[in-house]
């Protein structure tokens, strides 16, 4: 079984910053993309930020949003700056891992952290 643990959410105002990070842990040969989502209240769940063969972010999030990732802990970073109202929302890690060399790759994802951004 592969586990996302999450961390790093929290209540900020705006134009503060937030770093966000996810750890996966279990038996994982590799991961390839592992990223981020969020989903806000009444709203679908959109990709922020995935690394992997590319790196791909949200188009309105560019420039202000980092992804990063440490590859021996199976671990990726966000870094959030310039926080606005409007990020506020659950943040999802999303990992697609082959937990050894031919599996098949497999869909996981974390729990869930909550950002909230005051005006």
């Known amino acids: 079984q592969v586990q996302l643990v999450e961390s790093g959410g929290g209540l900020v105002q705006a134009g503060g910053s937030l770093r966000l990070s996810c750890a996966a842990s279990?038996?994982?040969?590799?991961?390839?993309?592992m990223g981020w989502y969020r989903q806000a209240p009444g709203k679908q769940r959109e990709l922020v930020a995935s690394t992997g063969d590319t790196t791909d972010y949200a188009d309105s999030l560019k420039g202000r949003f980092a992804i990063s990732r440490d590859n021996a802990k199976h671990t990726v970073y966000l870094q959030m700056n310039s926080l606005q109202p409007e990020d506020t929302a659950v943040y999802y890690c999303?990992?697609?891992?082959?937990?050894?060399?031919?599996?098949?790759?497999?869909?996981?994802w974390g729990q869930g952290t909550q950002v909230t951004v005051s005006s």
């Open positions: 999303h990992a697609v891992v082959r937990r050894w060399i031919g599996a098949a790759p497999r869909t996981y």
């Open positions: 279990g038996t994982i040969f590799s991961i390839n993309p």
